[in-house]
């Protein structure tokens, strides 16, 4: 994993960047690291195993865009943010 991390490093967000853009770019890398490293498991793991790392991936990255949505949100002010933000006043 390590290994094909280096190889590809993750897109970087520069201040001109749309924050949609970015994480769609975010998204594919991380779609694409996954399947790299599905492909180079698939020399030692089972085919159940297989199957329970592509589980688990996929777990993996709805938790992360549940949490760089609410990120991204806080980040770039959205609404509900603001709102929140108000609120606590």
Do not use: C
Not at 39 to 53: C, E, H, N, Q, V
Not at 61 to 70: I, K, P
Not at 73 to 89: C, K, M, N, P, T
Request: hydrophobic share 45%.
């Amino acid at each position: 994993m390590h290994d094909e991390r280096l190889a590809v490093p993750q897109p970087i967000q520069t201040l001109d960047a749309q924050p949609a853009a970015y994480q769609q770019a975010v998204d594919q890398w991380q779609a694409d690291l996954d399947q790299r490293i599905r492909d180079r498991a698939g020399f030692i793991l089972s085919s159940a195993a297989l199957t329970k790392l592509e589980s688990f991936q996929s777990a993996q990255r709805a938790a992360a865009s549940v949490f760089a949505s609410r990120r991204v949100g806080h980040r770039f002010g959205d609404e509900l943010s603001i709102g929140r933000q108000v609120a606590a006043y």
